[in-house]
C-alpha cells in the first residue's frame, strides 16, 4: 500500500520547523510503523536528503524510547500499543499521516520528532526511589507483601517513562508518569519511610519543571501504552495532601 | 603475555571472603578524592555507577540513549535466578553453581561462577529492598518459578517484564545519586576511545550526540559496563542502539577480547517477514512449557497447519530427545529447527519458521489457562504478526540473543588495560560457552552492586596515579583519532547508506558463523568481511554534518567496528576446532549429532590481542582447570 506522509522537520532547537510531505510506496502491512520510517529514511538517503531524525531504541515497547503524535494521537490510533509494537496492517492504502513530536513546554524539540525528556529524570531524581544502601536490606522473605498490594504496585511500576501522557495532556502535566511511581512504592512496605518525603518532593520537582497541573481530563490513561490507571493520580494526591497537612518542615 | 587471572586458591566455599579480606580498602575521607567514570547504565553499568557513588566516590556515567532507565537490560522478560531454596526443592549455592557450569558446557572459570552463585543471594535481598515488585504467592512470600536448564525453582521474577524492574531499581537508585551530585550522568553521549596513560586506563573520548562535541574525560578508573554484540549480526533481539563500539574501540587501545565466537541463539523468536525487518523479537523460553513444535513430515508441504493430519507432522523434538522433548536448551532446539528448515521442511511464506503449537493444551487445560500463564505474550505475537495463536500455532525461528564472549577479565573484573574495568555482558566472564536462561540479570547485578565495588578498591588503594589533564599528549592523540573517523566518515559521501552495509555483514556473519559453523564456510566469511569493510570506508554515504544530532553518523561509526568485530569473531570460530554451548562446528559433532567438545585441546578461554585493523590478533589462552564440576558431555536425550 501507498501511505502519505506529513511530518514535522526541525533542524535543531531554534530552527522554527515545518511539516514536510512524503510518500512511501509500497509499504507492507507486515512492517512496524517505524520499519516504515525506515524505509522512507533509506529513501530519503539515496536522494541526498537528511534523513528523519526519530527516538527508537529497543522496538520490542519496553526501552520508552520511541513514540511520536499521528494524527493527534500520541504513539497512533490503536491502544495499549507503543509506536514501535504498531503494524501497518492497521492503516489502509492511501492514508494520509500527520507525524509530530511530543508537543510540551517541559520536552524541549531537540530535532524533527526527537524531544528532550530528561525533566522526567529530575522527578525520579527527587525522590522516585527507595534508599536502601547495597548490601543493608534484609532477606527478601524477611518482609511479607500481600498478592494484591504487589499486583497493583507492579501495574503502576509498569510506566516505561516514554512521555506520551504529558504529550497527550492538554495541561502536558507529568501527572501519570509521577503518579506512577509514588504509587508503585507507596504500595509496598518497604516504600513507608520515605512515603510522605517522597511525594512532596517529586510534586514540588514538577512545579520547578514545565509541567502543566493535572485537571482529571484522561487523556493521559487513554494513549498511555502500558494501560496506567488514572487511579494512581488519586492516590498522589490524598498521599500529597497527607503529607502537606501533617508533616513538618525539616 | 602471561593471562594472570587472579583466581584465589583453597576451598572454593570461602575463596570470595578471603580474597575480599586480602584486597586493600580506600577510607571514606580518601574515596571522595577519587573520579570514576562508568560507561553504560544498565543492570552492570548503573548498578555499579550508584554503589560507587553511595560508597563516596565521584562518578561520572555515560549512556547514548536519552536516559539511563533506557539500558536494553530493560528488555529481559524472564526472571533472575538465585539460589535461595526458598520452596525446600534441593537448591543450593553449589547446585546453581553446578547447573551454571555444566549449562556453560564447561568453558567458564569455576571460580568467579562460584561467587556468582553465592552474591545471587544477596541481589534479592538487595532488589526487594529497593521496591522491586517481584511476584508474590498469596501468603504474601515471594514466588518463583523454573527455567530450562535447571531441576529446581529458583526464579524469582516480575510478570514478563522482570529486567525492566530490576532495572528500574538500579536507575531509581542511581538517580538518587545524581540528584546528590555525586554521579554527574551523560546522557545522549557516545563512549568513542579509551585514554590509556602510561600504560593505564585514564579516561575516554566521548560525542556529545546532540552538538557533536567532542570531549575528553579523565578519571582514576574506568568502568565499561556497555553490554553485548550481538548486533554484529545485524538483525538480532538486541536493541536498535546496542553496539560493540566502547569495547572495541579499547580492545584496539589494547584490552584483550576473549571467545568472541560465544554467541547465544534464543530458539523462540518470531520469524523475519520481510527485507526491511529491523530487528527480531523474542517470545520466552517459558512458552515451550506448553507448545509442541513441530513442522510437516513432507519437503514442501504448503497446506494450512490445521489442514495437516497428526501423522504428518513431525515433532522433532519430541521425537529426538524423549526424555527433555520440548524443554530440550536453547542451542539443541535452534540447531534442530535450522535443521529442519535446511531440509526444505520450514514452514509460512519464507519457509524460514517451524510452528509452536497450543493447540493440545488449550484442549486439555482450557484457553482460560493457557491465557493466564501467557497471554501478554499471546498478545504480543498477535500484534506483530497479525495471527491469532488461540487458533493458529505460532511460528518461530531462532535469533541471536546474547553473547558470553566479551572483553577479558580477571577475577577482580579488571582488563588486562590496569584500571579499565569491564562488567555485564561486556566481559566473558561467567556463562562460559552458553549462558542458562535468567542469568544475565544475575550476573549484571552481581557485577554492579557486589563484585566491582570491593575490587576497585584496590586498584585505587595500590596505585599512585600522576596527576593527568586534558593537554596530555595521550588526550590529544585519542581525540585527533576520534575527530579523524569521524571526518572520515563524513567526507566519503560514497553511494550506499550505513544500514545496507550493515545488513550486508548481518547476512554474511548469520549465513557463515550462526547456527551451525564449518572451517569452509568460516574461511568464506573470512574472505568476504575484509572486502566489505574496505567497501564501506570507500563507498559509504553519511549525510549531514558532525556539529548536531546525525543518527547516519552515530551507526556509521558502530557499523566500522562491526565491520572489525566480525572478523575476529570468524576467526576465532575458526580457530576453535570443537563444539561447545552455542559454538557448533558441524565437524565436531557425536554420532548423534550433539556437540562434541575437546577438552584436551580447546580448555582455555581464547583472549585475542590486537594488532591492527585486517592484521592476525595474537591468541593468549588462559587454561580452564575443573577440580568441583567435572567435564562431561551433556545428554537431554
Known amino acids: 500500500m501507498r501511505i502519505i506522509l506529513h511530518i514535522w522537520r526541525q533542524r535543531n532547537a531554534t530552527d522554527q520547523g515545518r511539516m514536510t510531505r512524503y510518500e512511501v510506496p509500497n509499504v507492507s502491512e507486515h512492517m512496524s510503523f517505524l520499519e516504515m520510517l525506515d524505509v522512507l529514511n533509506e529513501d530519503l538517503i539515496a536522494k541526498n536528503e537528511e534523513p528523519v531524525a526519530f527516538d527508537h531504541d529497543c522496538r520490542e515497547g519496553i526501552c520508552g524510547m520511541c513514540g511520536c503524535m499521528v494524527n493527534g494521537v500520541a504513539h497512533g490510533p490503536l491502544p495499549g500499543t507503543t509506536l514501535c509494537q504498531l503494524h501497518m496492517r492497521h492503516f489502509k492504502d492511501g492514508d494520509e499521516l500527520y507525524l509530530e513530536p511530543w508537543r510540551a513546554r517541559a520536552f524541549p524539540v531537540v530535532k524533527d520528532l526527537v524531544v528532550d525528556r530528561t525533566a522526567f529524570d529530575r522527578l525520579i531524581a527527587a525522590g522516585g526511589f527507595i534508599s536502601v544502601s547495597t548490601g543493608s536490606a534484609p532477606d527478601g522473605n524477611a518482609m511479607l507483601v500481600p498478592k494484591e498490594k504487589s499486583e497493583l504496585s507492579m501495574d503502576a511500576a509498569a510506566c516505561i517513562g516514554c512521555g506520551a501522557c504529558v504529550a497527550m495532556c492538554p495541561n502536558a502535566s507529568a501527572s501519570l508518569f509521577m503518579a506512577a511511581k509514588i504509587a508503585h512504592l507507596a504500595l509496598l512496605p518497604q516504600g513507608q519511610p520515605e512515603r510522605e518525603r517522597r511525594v512532596k518532593a517529586m510534586v514540588g520537582q514538577a512545579g520547578q519543571e514545565l509541567f502543566g497541573s493535572c485537571t482529571n481530563i484522561g487523556e493521559c490513561e487513554a494513549v498511555c501504552p502500558k494501560e496506567i490507571k488514572l487511579e494512581v493520580i488519586a492516590r498522589m494526591n490524598r498521599d500529597f495532601l497527607k503529607a502537606s497537612w501533617t508533616g513538618r518542615e525539616e | ?637
Open chain 2, 1 to 637: 603475555m602471561q593471562l594472570d587471572s587472579k583466581c584465589p586458591t583453597g576451598p572454593i566455599e570461602t575463596r570470595w571472603e578471603r580474597h575480599q579480606f586480602n584486597l586493600k580498602l580506600v577510607n571514606p575521607a580518601n574515596k571522595r578524592k577519587h573520579t570514576i567514570i562508568v560507561v553504560g547504565s544498565g543492570l552492570a553499568g548503573g548498578a555499579g555507577a550508584a554503589t560507587l557513588a553511595e560508597l563516596g566516590y565521584n562518578v561520572k556515567c555515560f549512556c547514548f540513549q536519552d536516559s539511563p532507565r533506557r539500558a536494553h537490560s530493560i528488555a529481559a522478560q524472564g526472571g533472575i535466578n538465585a539460589a535461595k531454596n526458598y520452596h525446600n526443592d534441593g537448591d543450593s549455592v553449589f547446585r546453581l553453581f553446578y547447573d551454571t557450569v555444566k549449562g556453560g558446557d564447561f568453558r567458564a572459570r569455576e571460580s568467579n561462577v562460584y561467587r556468582l552463585a553465592q552474591i545471587s543471594l544477596n541481589i534479592i535481598d538487595q532488589c526487594v529492598g529497593q521496591g522491586v515488585p517481584f511476584a508474590r504467592e498469596y501468603s504474601g512470600y515471594l514466588d518463583n518459578r523454573s527455567f530450562g536448564g535447571a531441576q529446581v525453582s529458583r526464579t524469582f521474577y516480575a510478570r514478563g517484564q522482570t529486567g525492566q524492574q530490576l532495572l528500574l531499581g538500579a536507575y531509581q537508585a542511581l538517580e538518587k545519586q545524581i540528584g546528590r551530585g555525586q554521579v554527574t550522568m551523560f546522557p545522549r553521549t557516545e563512549m568513542l576511545d579509551l585514554i590509556v596513560i602510561d600504560g593505564r586506563a585514564r579516561g575516554i573520548v566521548t560525542r556529545n550526540l546532540i552538538t557533536g562535541k567532542i570531549e575528553s574525560h579523565l578519571a582514576d578508573a574506568v568502568v565499561l559496563g556497555t553490554g553485548g554484540y550481538g548486533n554484529v549480526y545485524y538483525l538480532s533481539t538486541n536493541a536498535k542502539g546496542c553496539n560493540a563500539t566502547a569495547i572495541w574501540r579499547a580492545h584496539k587501545r589494547g584490552a584483550l577480547f576473549a571467545n568472541p565466537c560465544f554467541t547465544q541463539i534464543h530458539p523462540t523468536c518470531i520469524p523475519v517477514s520481510g527485507e526491511y525487518q529491523s530487528k527480531l523479537t523474542l517470545m520466552s523460553e517459558s512458552l515451550r512449557n506448553d507448545g509442541r513444535v513441530w513442522v510437516p513430515l513432507k519437503k514442501g508441504d504448503k497446506r494450512p497447519p490445521g489442514q495437516i493430519p497428526a501423522a504428518e507432522r513431525d515433532y522433532f523434538l519430541e521425537r529426538k530427545y524423549p526424555s527433555f522433548g520440548n524443554l530440550v536448551p536453547r542451542d539443541v532446539a535452534s540447531r534442530n529447527a535450522k535443521q529442519v528448515c535446511d531440509e526444505g521442511r520450514g514452514v509460512g511464506e519464507t519457509g524460514l519458521a517451524v510452528y509452536l503449537d497450543f493447540a493440545e493444551s488449550i484442549e486439555r487445560l482450557g484457553a482460560s489457562v493457557i491465557k493466564e500463564r501467557y497471554g501478554n505474550l499471546f498478545d504480543m505475537y498477535e500484534r506483530i504478526t497479525g495471527e491469532d495463536p488461540y487458533k493458529v500455532p505460532m511460528r518461530i525461528f531462532p535469533a541471536i540473543h546474547y553473547t558470553m564472549g566479551g572483553l577479558w577479565v580477571d577475577y577482580n573484573l579488571m582488563s588486562n588495560v590496569p584500571g579499565l574495568y569491564v562488567t555485564g555482558e561486556a566481559n566473558f566472564s561467567d556463562h562460559g560457552a552458553n549462558r542458562l536462561g535468567a542469568s544475565a540479570l544475575m550476573q549484571g547485578l552481581a557485577d554492579g552492586y557486589f563484585v566491582l565495588p570491593n575490587t576497585i578498591n584496590d586498584y585505587l588503594a595500590s596505585t599512585k596515579l600522576e596527576k593527568a589533564d586534558t593537554s596530555h599528549a595521550a588526550v590529544k592523540e585519542a581525540e585527533a583519532n576520534v575527530n579523524s573517523i569521524t571526518q572520515k566518515l563524513l567526507a566519503t559521501k560514497g553511494t550506499r547508506s550505513v544500514d545496507s552495509y550493515h545488513r550486508e555483514l548481518g547476512k554474511i556473519m548469520w549465513e557463515y558463523c550462526g547456527m551451525a559453523r564449518t572451517a569452509e564456510g568460516l574461511k568464506t566469511a573470512l574472505s568476504q568481511i575484509p572486502g566489505l569493510r574496505e567497501q564501506f570506508w570507500r563507498d559509504v554515504k553519511v549525510l549531514g554534518t558532525g556539529e548536531e544530532l546525525n543518527q547516519s553518523l552515530e551507526k556509521a561509526g558502530r557499523v566500522a567496528d562491526f565491520l572489525e568485530l566480525a572478523e575476529l569473531l570468524c576467526l576465532d570460530a575458526l580457530e576453535r576446532n570443537e563444539s561447545c554451548g552455542g559454538h557448533f562446528r558441524e565437524e565436531y559433532q557425536t554420532p548423534e549429532g550433539e556437540a562434541q567438545r575437546d577438552d584436551e585441546n580447546y580448555s582455555y578461554a581464547a583472549a585475542w590481542e590486537f594488532r591492527g585493523v585486517g592484521l592476525r590478533p595474537e591468541l593468549h589462552k588462559e587454561p580452564l582447570t575443573f577440580e568441583y564440576v567435572h567435564p562431561a558431555q551433556r545428554s537431554y536425550k
